[in-house]
């Protein structure tokens, strides 16, 4: 009788030696290329590879492919990261990465924060890192998901988290002031000026030395901004 052959192991494109499903929906193009030339959110990753300690509990708003999460979970050997992403399109793929990679210190949440618990519309495009919680001026209605919307202090007092990941496009901008952020030890901003605008960088600023923090330079690079206690 023949045997059958074993099911052959899935491709992956490899980058800073972890491993990331080849998956044509999720990675196009630019994301596929920075990947495979490790250059995929280097300034991003190099903050955080500086700033993240042994032992830190990590929650990140904004999960993307699962590359942030994947990095501190198995460079850094963090307690755990806590990733929340509101695209539904996403979790799958950054659980199948955080599998592929071993983990069991990282897990991904279809949700995101606020002041209060609740439901939010969120927009789905086809091309998947473009969806958000905006539609934007004269596009075709994209696909609406409702998404939850978790108490954000609730969160952060199940978590217990030391750092905080973000990246900020929008709506991040008036949820960090209401974040719980003197609770942190650190935190790893990704700015994006162009569309926050200088007054949206002064609140992100405003709220973290309201909290204690301090702009930390060996951990920020152009729009990748850290903070810290007493370094």
């Not at 996403?90 to 949440?109: C, W």
């Not at 002031?177 to 790893?188: E, F, Q, S, V, Y």
Request: some cysteine; glycine content about 6%.
């Amino acid at each position: 009788m023949t045997q059958a052959a074993p099911p052959s192991e899935p491709n992956f494109i490899h980058s800073r030696g972890m491993k990331f499903p080849d998956d044509p929906a999720i990675l196009r193009g630019r994301i596929r290329k920075l990947l495979r030339q490790n250059a995929y959110e280097a300034k991003e990753s190099e903050a955080a590879l500086r700033v993240v300690r042994e032992g830190d509990r990590v929650i990140e708003l904004g999960g993307g492919v699962g590359y942030m999460s994947t990095l501190v979970a198995s460079k850094r050997n963090v307690a755990s990261v806590h990733s929340f992403e509101a695209n539904p399109n996403l979790i799958p793929y950054i659980r199948r990465v955080h599998a592929a990679n071993g983990l069991s210190n990282a897990h991904v949440t279809n949700a995101i924060l606020g002041p209060a618990p609740g439901k939010a519309d969120f927009y789905v495009r086809d091309r998947i890192l473009s969806s958000s919680l905006t539609r934007f001026k004269d596009e075709d209605p994209p696909e609406p998901h409702q998404i939850d919307v978790l108490d954000a202090a609730k969160v952060f007092a199940d978590l217990t988290p030391s750092v905080l990941i973000c990246d900020i496009e929008g709506a991040e901008v008036d949820l960090i002031p209401t974040l719980p952020l003197d609770t942190l030890r650190a935190a790893i901003i990704e700015l994006h000026p162009q569309w926050i605008g200088p007054e949206g960088v002064n609140k992100v600023f405003t709220a973290f030395m309201q909290a204690g923090m301090a702009y930390y330079h060996r951990g920020s690079h152009n729009k990748v901004v850290a903070f810290r206690h007493r370094w």
